[in-house]
T-cell receptor, first 117, second 109 residues
């Protein structure tokens, strides 16, 4: 079974530029998550999709971050314009189902390491 | 607010047993998960506790006390490859999972 795929793996941009990340979840997984992980910290949920609907984007800085999940499969996360504090690893994860079932394991992709100069 | 507390660092020797604690304060609670993350790698799932008690998976065990809002991860027969960061994560109401800041485990020879 293929895992969660993400691209690019690394990205270096200057502040005020735009950047986009792509995620392909495990086939059949209904729930897709985007996390931001700053060095030395735990993953922070940015947005969570159930199929192609957003169920939680309370911590997404909506003035500069946007995300979509077309057709309930692939997802893209965009930052426009980027700030220095956006330097982090952006992790995509997927799980089989969402609310209500115990042990809904999240499977993480390798992440995209973003450096904003 | 919602918070998870775990020690920032733990050091142990190869072959020993180490316990990583996690206390949480969240609105709504469905279960406590543990994830392992090696430097430069992605978090990988280790265990999940929804009910009180001990769950054992090989060298790793996880414990939960819902009444104390407390859990721990127990690693036995430590190996060098266990050096990594370990995150507890609470599954709360509303589809949300909140991660702790992580405990960095150093295993010495």
């Amino acid at each position: 079974e293929a895992g969660v795929a993400q691209s690019p793996r690394y990205k270096i941009i200057e502040k005020r530029q735009s950047v986009a990340f792509w995620c392909n979840p495990i086939s059949g997984h209904a729930t897709l998550y985007w996390y931001q992980q700053i060095l030395g910290q735990g993953p922070k949920l940015l947005i969570q999709f159930q199929n192609n609907g957003v169920v939680d984007d309370s911590q997404l800085p909506k003035d500069r971050f946007s995300a979509e999940r077309l057709k309930g499969v692939d997802s893209t996360l965009k930052i426009q314009p980027a700030k220095l504090e956006d330097s982090a690893v952006y992790l995509c994860a997927s799980s089989l189902v969402g609310e209500g079932l115990a042990g809904d394991t999240q499977y993480f992709g390798p992440g995209t390491r973003l450096t904003v100069l | 607010g919602q918070s998870l507390e775990q020690p920032s660092e733990v050091t142990a020797v190869e072959g020993a047993i180490v316990q990583i604690n996690c206390t949480y304060q969240t609105s709504g609670f469905y279960g406590l998960s543990w994830y392992q993350q090696h430097d430069g790698g992605a978090p990988t799932f280790l265990s999940y506790n929804a009910l009180d008690g001990l769950e054992e998976t090989g060298r790793f065990s996880s414990f939960l006390s819902r009444s104390d809002s407390y859990g721990y991860l127990l690693l036995q027969e430590l190996q060098m490859k266990d050096s990594a960061s370990y995150f507890c994560a609470v599954r709360t109401g509303g589809f949300k999972t909140i991660f702790g800041a992580g405990t960095r485990l150093f295993v010495k020879a």
